[in-house]
């Protein structure tokens, strides 16, 4: 089980900056609203640029600094997406703004309160989660107006929703064997393939 987390963790990061290329060459094709897409993979391949590239090039041992900002940016990224598609008003930027620099320096403010960014992790996914179940529940009304990131939305509901229970119960992953963890994590990994593939297949059928 080892083996297949590490092929899958493999194959998300591959399949991320596949999606990425397609998204930065298709972008005149994507509507205002659909940009958002981009934007998300372009923030997560941000991190995982950090976090595989740079951060080893420098000789950082530790990339743990980057979970706020992780969690911050997927945030602001994936709200950002439904708040466009539901035309919502600009003032929800504002909210989902400062909910992003919350996430981004909560640990550190509520250090005393025992915070931690799983707290983060969880609440920005609940957040993310409503929204998202919201526009879906639009899509089913509209049936006229379908829009070609559905599936994909579907899968940003489904991966989000399970990301809040691996998230919650990994500081008790620690104890498992490697094995162990690993059959649990792997869950997580397969998600994120589906995530990343469903958007490449989106993007190459989009037109003008």
Same mark, same amino acid.
């Given at each position: 089980? %080892?083996?297949?987390?590490?092929?899958?963790?493999? @194959?998300?990061?591959?399949?991320?900056?596949?999606?990425?290329?397609?998204?930065?060459?298709?972008?005149?094709?994507?509507?205002?609203?659909?940009?958002?897409?981009?934007?998300?993979?372009?923030?997560?391949?941000?991190?995982?640029?950090?976090?595989?590239?740079?951060?080893?090039?420098?000789?950082?041992?530790?990339?743990?600094?980057?979970?706020?900002?992780?969690?911050? %940016?997927?945030?602001? !990224?994936? !709200? %950002?997406?439904?708040?466009?598609?539901?035309?919502? +008003?600009?003032?929800?930027?504002?909210?989902?703004?400062?909910? +992003?620099?919350?996430?981004? !320096? *909560?640990?550190?403010?509520?250090? /005393?309160?025992?915070?931690?960014?799983?707290?983060?992790?969880?609440?920005?996914?609940?957040?993310?989660?409503?929204?998202?179940?919201?526009?879906?529940?639009?899509?089913?009304?509209?049936?006229? &107006?379908?829009?070609?990131?559905?599936?994909?939305?579907?899968?940003?509901?489904?991966?989000? &929703?399970?990301?809040?229970?691996?998230?919650?119960?990994?500081?008790?992953?620690?104890?498992? +064997?490697?094995? /162990?963890? *690993? &059959?649990?994590?792997?869950?997580?990994?397969?998600?994120?393939?589906?995530?990343?593939?469903?958007?490449?297949? !989106?993007? @190459?059928?989009?037109?003008?």
């Amino acid at each position: 089980m %080892g083996t297949l987390y590490d092929i899958l963790g493999q @194959l998300s990061v591959v399949l991320l900056f596949i999606a990425l290329i397609i998204g930065i060459v298709k972008f005149g094709v994507f509507t205002k609203n659909e940009k958002w897409y981009i934007y998300y993979i372009i923030f997560i391949a941000f991190i995982e640029s950090n976090s595989y590239i740079f951060i080893p090039l420098f000789g950082i041992k530790s990339n743990i600094f980057l979970y706020p900002v992780y969690i911050a %940016g997927e945030f602001f !990224t994936v !709200t %950002g997406i439904f708040i466009k598609k539901l035309n919502l +008003s600009k003032k929800s930027f504002i909210v989902t703004g400062l909910l +992003s620099l919350f996430f981004l !320096t *909560a640990d550190r403010i509520l250090a /005393q309160h025992q915070y931690n960014n799983d707290y983060s992790k969880a609440i920005s996914n609940i957040i993310m989660i409503s929204l998202i179940s919201y526009s879906l529940i639009q899509d089913i009304k509209n049936v006229k &107006t379908k829009s070609p990131f559905q599936l994909n939305d579907k899968m940003f509901f489904l991966y989000f &929703t399970v990301s809040i229970f691996m998230f919650l119960i990994q500081n008790q992953l620690i104890f498992l +064997s490697k094995d /162990q963890f *690993a &059959t649990v994590w792997v869950i997580n990994n397969l998600l994120v393939c589906i995530v990343y593939a469903l958007l490449i297949k !989106t993007f @190459l059928q989009l037109k003008k």
